[in-house]
């Protein structure tokens, strides 16, 4: 089986683990990944990333010349892409920029004119209902006409593309799995002594953006009613949101109990998780951003979920979008925006560390099961072989 994927996703090369353990499943399955020669991702990258070819053996990556360097929809590659295409003749052509994507639509027609016969996959994470107007809504119709199976991130998205009309093949799975030999249960004593962290504190956690939609405040507001058990709140990122919440802790006289840990290299998140007794994702759904097709926003997955399990730590989460069906029973789930509900979650597992423990291994055993790289490349394949040839 030759499988092709293109997609912005893959300029960074840790997001191509789960790729390459889907070409080390099988001598039959081979992996060509296809990415823009040049993207500018915005936010703090505000960068050129410009990636470099690799081929080893069933897998390679092929930078592609390509239109729109820093919109996902507009995204689309120049005319080497044919080549690749009559070169390579795969079975399977996945896009991973939504059914909106000029660059699907660019594959969906050149594998029917150069008479291909690849089946046509997309992946979304989009998980909000939509409508779309001319010449979008034409644009959407033709691709999920054409479209043999779609891979979801989340619930929702595949109930909605349902309620769009869709009927063929559906899997819901994350885009990015979690790297097991990096994200693992590892004591950190040293790094606790150096950001003042006693063995008897409790230690709540949050990995991510500070900004509103991730509920930092109520965070805050939960932690506040813990009184005067002996808590500590790790907070690791950056965002607009900090000095807000620099402020409220000052009110509440509780800015001591904070920890600020800016940004830090990706191989290093897991050292941080490991300092924490729990970790919380209280994000919470908003309308306040718009798109050209839609608007709002809910948690699309919560990926630092599955990497705190993966580190045997207990985790807490909202109800907002997919944070439900990636906890499963393995961790607590509260009503989002609701900070005595997320402090009676936090005040159980203070008081039961019974119940930590065994969250603690639910959890592990939830991410090694269904979101490691290799999990998810066997699920992958699994569905493009459903798909028939």
């Not at 293109?6 to 789960?18: F, M």
């Not at 080893?56 to 929809?73: C, M």
């Not at 997309?122 to 999920?144: A, D, G, H, I, Q």
Request: proline fraction near 6%; charged fraction near 20%; include cysteine.
């Amino acid at each position: 089986m030759r499988v092709l994927v293109a997609s912005h996703t893959y300029i960074v090369d840790l997001n191509c683990e789960k790729l390459r353990a889907l070409a080390a499943l099988s001598p039959d399955v081979e992996v060509t990944v296809v990415v823009p020669r040049r993207w500018r991702p915005g936010g703090v990258q505000n960068r050129i990333i410009e990636p470099q070819p690799q081929h080893a053996e069933r897998f390679r990556i092929v930078p592609v010349a390509n239109f729109s360097e820093n919109n996902q929809g507009l995204l689309c590659f120049g005319l080497e892409v044919v080549t690749l295409l009559r070169q390579f003749r795969p079975h399977i052509i996945q896009v991973e920029q939504g059914s909106k994507a000029l660059a699907y639509a660019q594959l969906i027609t050149l594998n029917k004119l150069l008479g291909l016969k690849a089946k046509n996959v997309f992946f979304t994470w989009w998980n909000l209902p939509y409508e779309l107007k001319f010449p979008v809504s034409l644009l959407e119709r033709y691709t999920l006409g054409q479209t043999d199976g779609v891979i979801v991130g989340n619930q929702d998205g595949a109930d909605i593309l349902r309620q769009r009309g869709y009927r063929g093949a559906m899997q819901v799975m994350p885009q990015l799995g979690v790297d097991e030999q990096l994200f693992q249960p590892q004591p950190q004593p040293e790094l606790a002594s150096s950001l003042g962290i006693r063995p008897e504190d409790f230690v709540i956690g949050f990995v991510g953006r500070f900004v509103a939609e991730k509920g930092l405040l109520t965070l805050l507001q939960a932690v506040i009613q813990l009184g005067d058990r002996p808590w500590k709140l790790l907070l690791l990122g950056r965002g607009p949101l900090q000095e807000t919440l620099l402020d409220k802790a000052e009110q509440a006289g509780v800015r001591d109990r904070l920890i600020w840990v800016e940004s830090v290299p990706h191989d290093a998140v897991p050292r941080y998780i490991n300092l924490m007794q729990t970790l919380v994702l209280p994000s919470e759904t908003t309308y306040q951003f718009k798109t050209m097709t839609a608007v709002g926003w809910k948690e699309q997955f919560g990926h630092v979920l599955i990497e705190a399990m993966a580190c045997g730590v207990p985790v807490i989460g909202s109800d907002s979008g997919e944070i439900p069906h990636v906890i499963g029973t393995a961790g607590l789930v509260f009503p989002e925006a609701q900070a005595e509900a997320l402090a009676a979650c936090l005040q159980k597992l203070i008081e039961q560390p019974q119940l930590r423990e065994d969250l603690a291994r639910q959890g592990y055993e939830r991410a090694m099961r269904q979101y490691t790289n290799h999990a998810l490349a066997q699920q992958q394949l699994a569905f493009y072989q459903s798909l028939g040839r």
